[in-house]
């Protein structure tokens, strides 16, 4: 499982006689907090676990004081780790740990940090800012369906439907009472908490309107223009841009971009939305699994947003990307590209061919591998299974 392999990796580069400072990114609610408290348990040194979460105006002064109680408890044959959650809460927090890091290698003291957050965007500003080569980050994913089903045995319909998040599962028997949690504690809290109280957003019910849309629309095509026609007071394209990016960062939902031949005209197409956990999709719809798998389109439009849930969480540390292609009507749902590789995949949840796009696709790109998932294909559920680094 997940936790366990990262784990591994956290206690073995704290324990090496140079170590940096180890930042676990990743949205709300994906097991960051409980990962380290299972840290906690396995090194032998003394520690300090603090958190900014319910700190009112947390700032550098606390943080230098959490330092502080750090070096006096110093173990100095076995060191001391000290574990920083919701960093981003802290005012100045980047500069502060610089400052305090540098003293602590000059004096040689022997302080293992570790810090947590769930504001991606702010936390990499403050890290390449500030701490450039202070740092290792360690990015922490929405669960994959491998991982669901082992620490909790749901099926693959169960997991498109329901979504990776661990504390969200223990509610899938009452389908209101799981809706009301992903809404409440999850989607509003990342919003409000994770976005809006740290980053300048000028028209907040704009930002709710983008992400219900986004959600709304997960797996389609649509440009920033066509969404300005569903919106009231939407400002312009750029200002739709900026919040999806926000979006992003919090581990939401994210825009993904067409492939073209010539790379400097990514930026220019109308983003494929996509939700990074399906939890988002069925939280707002007034459905329950048997009912929605009833619907053929409108269960096939879950599962492709499932699979492009899938490809987008493995592709930070798999090193790839993932675009669509499209000319004129024809598709392919997802292109993932990793240095020259590429692979065309189509998802198909109902009776499936290649399709015309698939061909025409290949045509423009003749070295790429092409993929069916679904019926005809690689199943959907085995899919799921899959680390998409091993396709290429």
């Not at 290792?136 to 319909?157: C, K, M, P, Q, R």
């Not at 394209?237 to 926000?246: A, E, I």
Request: glycine fraction near 6%; aromatic fraction near 10%; hydrophobic fraction near 40%.
């Amino acid at each position: 499982m997940f936790v366990r392999s990262i784990l591994d990796i956290i206690r073995k580069r704290i324990n090496e006689p140079i170590s940096l400072i180890q930042t676990l990114l990743g949205p709300r609610q994906v097991g960051k907090t409980t990962l380290v408290k299972q840290l906690i348990e396995t090194v032998d040194m003394p520690f300090l676990y603090i958190s900014a979460d319910n700190i009112a105006n947390a700032d550098s002064i606390w943080l230098i004081q959490q330092w502080e109680i750090a070096r006096m408890k110093e173990d100095t044959e076995k060191g001391f780790l000290l574990i920083i959650d919701e960093i981003q809460k802290v005012r100045n927090w980047s500069e502060t740990i610089k400052q305090l890091w540098d003293e602590d290698r000059f004096k040689n003291r022997n302080i293992k940090v570790v810090i947590l957050g769930s504001a991606g965007l702010l936390i990499q500003q403050g890290l390449t800012e500030s701490l450039t080569g202070r740092f290792e980050i360690i990015n922490i994913s929405h669960w994959s369906y491998a991982e669901v089903n082992a620490a909790f045995g749901l099926t693959a319909d169960e997991f498109i439907w329901f979504g990776g998040y661990p504390g969200a599962i223990n509610f899938i028997s009452e389908e209101n009472r799981f809706k009301d949690y992903v809404r409440n504690a999850l989607i509003e809290t990342t919003i409000s908490k994770d976005i809006l109280m740290l980053s300048r957003v000028d028209k907040p019910a704009l930002l709710k309107r983008v992400f219900e849309l986004g959600t709304f629309y997960s797996s389609q095509i649509i440009s920033y223009t066509k969404l300005l026609g569903q919106l009231q007071d939407a400002g312009n394209t750029t200002t739709l841009s900026h919040y999806l990016s926000l979006l992003d960062h919090a581990g939401v939902i994210c825009g993904i971009e067409k492939i073209y031949q010539e790379p400097i005209r990514v930026k220019s197409s109308s983003p494929k939305f996509q939700v990074k956990n399906t939890a988002y999709i069925s939280s707002m719809l007034d459905y329950s699994l048997p009912e929605i798998k009833s619907n053929p389109e409108s269960w096939g439009r879950i599962v492709e947003s499932a699979i492009g849930a899938h490809l987008i969480n493995f592709s930070i540390d798999g090193n790839y990307q993932v675009h669509y292609w499209k000319e004129r009507n024809l598709e392919v749902d997802f292109v993932l590209r990793k240095g020259t590789k590429i692979i065309g995949i189509e998802v198909k949840s109902g009776a499936a061919k290649p399709t015309s796009g698939m061909r025409e696709f290949k045509n423009k790109y003749k070295d790429a591998k092409v993929l069916l998932v679904g019926t005809s294909g690689i199943p959907y559920h085995d899919f799921l299974n899959i680390n998409p680094v091993s396709l290429f």
